[in-house]
């Protein structure tokens, strides 16, 4: 399915992608993501749009893209998530510091005929310790951005608080589903006997990584409850650790019948936990974009997950059970005792027939043309 052709980053990787661009666009992305195949399904169609993605692996790598508009070339710097411009900054002062210096970079880019896009993905980067310099650091990136890439509708009014996007710089593109990046096998059946599970056995699955906003220290505690009257319910924790604090290991290590996987899986790894899964578990503090939602939808498996964010849409939609954020464990725990009955009437095709509607050609098609229809490349770019 996935038309894609891994490009390598560098200064080397930089120029032969603008030998091979011809007539077309070179859009360097940065941060790579390397977790989530999700920049592979957004570009997928990229040959067909003529566009050359190259992966800008460290943030020095940005500049890079000068070396295509030296070639002649139109260039795009699409940027992604923010969160490695002030990562690491001791205080408020370094964190101003870096966004100005960041923001510098990009002048000299825009100055030189790169052109900038921004997707979205969250309102502030997850577990964020500079908020202050961060907004202004987005505000600023707002108002370079030639197109900003938006994934759902209440984007503008998510960000508000924090910073303002302009509207007439937007393209609304909805995250792509997982459709053709994982494989069909294992079956259901198959990945339950490989995982060890019984009939009975009801399977709640976590893949992604962990890390603190995404509320596995109140998963531990409502699995604990919940197995005190229910023996049969099992679940797997899996994905690469990204915390300081080993206590969530040791939290969910203490709960009984939990398979814990705190390492990047693998696609096939992926793919087992999910067909083996009942129900997928997301007890995010925040979201504005899940793609582990629409994992979970691609692999036709429901949800459970507090009422914000993107899960709304999919629990008014019969795709999973939602709690009352605030609820913490009592609320997880609560909705889980509850699962064992959904999951026995919910039809796997309803899921996906939902994530059908995001499927990943048809969105980076959406995505690319809105990109070049913004960005309206003329004789002068070139």
């Keep these: 399915m996935v038309n894609w052709e891994a490009r390598d980053g560098g200064p080397v990787g930089m120029a032969r992608a603008a030998e091979l ?10 941060p790579e993501g390397r977790l989530n195949p999700f920049q592979m399904l957004l570009y997928c169609r990229a040959a067909e749009h003529g566009v050359h993605p190259v992966p800008l692996r460290s943030i020095d790598d940005i500049p890079l893209v000068e070396i295509a508009r030296r070639m002649g070339k139109h260039a795009v710097l699409h940027l992604h998530w923010t969160s490695p411009v002030l990562e690491g900054a001791a205080d408020e002062a370094e964190a101003d510091d870096r966004s100005a210096e960041f923001l510098d970079v990009l002048d000299r880019l825009m100055a030189g005929g790169v052109r900038i896009a921004w997707t979205v993905h969250n309102v502030l980067p997850h577990d964020c310790v500079h908020p202050v310099a961060e907004a202004r650091l987005r505000s600023g ?16 009014d998510e960000v508000a608080p924090h910073y303002a996007l302009p509207a007439g710089k937007a393209i609304l593109v909805r995250h792509p589903s997982y459709r053709g990046a994982y494989p069909e ?3 259901r059946a198959a990945a339950r006997r490989m995982m060890g599970y019984r009939p009975r056995d009801l399977v709640v699955g ?13 998963l531990a505690a409502a699995l604990r409850l ?4 229910d023996p049969y319910m099992a679940a797997v924790v899996a994905g690469s650790f990204q915390m300081d604090d080993p206590e969530v290991l040791e939290a969910l290590g203490a709960v009984p019948r939990l398979d814990l996987i705190p390492r990047r899986t693998s696609v096939l790894e992926v793919t087992t936990i999910m067909h083996a ?33 993107p899960f709304v849409e999919m629990i008014e939609a019969g795709l999973g059970l939602g709690y009352d954020p605030a609820a913490g464990v009592s609320g997880i725990a609560g909705t889980l005792r509850l699962v064992r009955d959904f999951v026995a009437g919910f039809d796997s095709r309803t899921a996906r027939d939902y994530a059908s509607r995001f499927d990943p ?7 690319l043309s809105g ?3 913004r960005l309206d490349f003329g004789q002068a770019d070139a």
């Design 21 to 30: 661009a011809g007539e077309g666009v070179v859009l360097g992305y940065y």
């Design 141 to 156: 990136l707002a108002e370079r951005a030639d197109v900003i890439h938006i994934m759902n509708p209440a984007t503008f």
């Design 185 to 187: 096998q294992p079956g």
């Design 206 to 218: 976590f893949v992604g990584s962990i890390k603190p906003y995404k509320g596995l220290f109140d």
């Design 226 to 229: 919940v197995q005190e009257e």
């Design 277 to 309: 899964a009942d129900v997928a578990v997301l007890p995010y503090a925040a979201s504005l974009n899940s793609g582990a939602a629409l994992l979970a939808a691609t692999f036709g498996v429901p949800i459970v997950a507090p009422r914000i964010g």
């Design 361 to 367: 050609v048809e969105v980076s098609d959406a995505f």
């Design 371 to 373: 990109l070049l229809g």
